[in-house]
C-alpha cells in the first residue's frame, strides 16, 4: 500500500487566509461611491443647459477638477474635496435654475 505524499500548506483547505492590511477598505468603497454620485449629479445636471458650447465648457471643467485630485490618497482631503464640491454643485444648480427662470421671464415679454 502506497503512502501518499503529504500536502504542502499552500493547497490544504485548513489553510488559514490572510487578510490584506494595505488594501482597500470600506471606508475607500464608501467614499469612492459618493465622489462618482457627485460627478454623476453634476453631469445630469450639465445636460439640462440648453447651449452646447456652455455645456461642453462646464463639462469639461467639471472632469478637470475630478481628474486632478484622481490621485489624492488622504482620507481628510478627500473629504474636503466632496464637501466644496457639492457646494460648487449645489451654486451651479440655483444659477441654472436662475438663469432658465430668467430666460422664462424674457421669453413671456
Given at each position: 500500500?502506497?503512502?501518499p505524499?503529504?500536502i504542502?500548506a499552500?493547497?490544504s483547505r485548513t489553510?488559514k ?11 475607500y ?25 456652455d ?18 490618497t488622504?482620507p ?9 464640491g ?6 451651479l ?5 436662475l438663469s ?8 413671456k415679454?
Amino acid at each position: 500500500m502506497k503512502i501518499p505524499p503529504a500536502i504542502p500548506a499552500s493547497l490544504s483547505r485548513t489553510t488559514k487566509r490572510v487578510a490584506v492590511k494595505d488594501g482597500p477598505n470600506l471606508e475607500y468603497f464608501l467614499t469612492r461611491a459618493k465622489v462618482l454620485s457627485l460627478y454623476r449629479d453634476i453631469q445630469r445636471t450639465l445636460k439640462d443647459i440648453k447651449d452646447p458650447r456652455d455645456r461642453q465648457d462646464l463639462q469639461t471643467w467639471a472632469r478637470s477638477d475630478f481628474e486632478r485630485y484622481r490621485h489624492e490618497t488622504s482620507p481628510d482631503k478627500i473629504k474636503s474635496l466632496i464637501s466644496q464640491g457639492k457646494h460648487q454643485f449645489h451654486a451651479l444648480q440655483t444659477n441654472l435654475s436662475l438663469s432658465s427662470g430668467e430666460a422664462n421671464k424674457s421669453g413671456k415679454k
